[in-house]
């Protein structure tokens, strides 16, 4: 039930800027924002699931690709033994191949960005859908684009679309600042962007967060963890 927010440029003179909460299970254990597949993905760098081998968010700064993963609940039936784990998806899409046909996986939500360009794939088990992501400020979680039906999204996205980002290198500031003013809500309450979902049935927490900034001509990355799954005690971006 992880949290993207996404910033589409108007021109292309500008950068997409992106900030994405990772929620998982604490006790998964994951790489940090590093160049973790020299040979099969050479100068990709990302934030690797150690027990699957694949990525949860990974760019291509050469090709100035980027995307990250969102958990989608599906209407599949296949059994578990016929599905992969979906970081691969995201290994894939970095390197140009998106995905297509019906994904043997889970149901997700993948956003890709390619300059200033932005579309997420989303796949319920049934049908695999794309939509492009207009110019202005975006948030997707675990159902559609902007879901109004999403308590986090119906709640913060106006305040992510009145901080715009700051000029600089610590461009996300004004973000951040948006994810402390939300983190004074219970990390159980529907409404919160830094979670613990285990009252929800899930065994996943808000661990992490990137930025990114990608352009043309390159990806910018930034990466840090929360001190304890689930609780805010601010968030250092290095």
Known sequence: M????????????EPTLVLAIRDEDPARPWNPLGRWWPEAHDGVVGVRDVRAGGAWLAA???????AVLLNRADVSERPE????SRGGLVLDSV??????????THGFNLLE????????????????RSVDLEPGTHMIAHDDVDDPATPRIARW???????????GERWWMPWVEV???SAALESTDDRAIIRDNRPH?????????????????????????????????GLELA
Not at 120 to 128: F, K, M, Q, R, S
Not at 157 to 167: E, H, I, Q, V
């Open 201 to 233: 049935g899930y065994p996943t927490l808000s661990l992490l967060a990137c930025v990114a900034s990608i352009s043309a001509s390159g990806v910018e990355l930034s990466y840090g963890e929360l001190t304890e799954p689930g609780e805010w005690g």
């Open 157 to 167: 996205l106006g305040d992510f679309r009145d901080a715009p980002p700051a000029d």
């Open 113 to 128: 960005v390619q300059g200033t360009a932005a579309r997420v794939l989303t796949w319920d088990g049934d049908a695999l």
């Open 95 to 104: 390197a140009g191949h998106s995905p297509a046909g019906s994904p043997s």
């Open 179 to 181: 994810l402390e003013r």
């Open 2 to 13: 992880c949290t993207v927010v996404i910033r589409v440029p108007a021109t292309p003179e």
């Open 60 to 66: 291509d700064p050469g090709a100035g690709r980027f």
């Open 81 to 84: 033994s016929e599905l992969v």
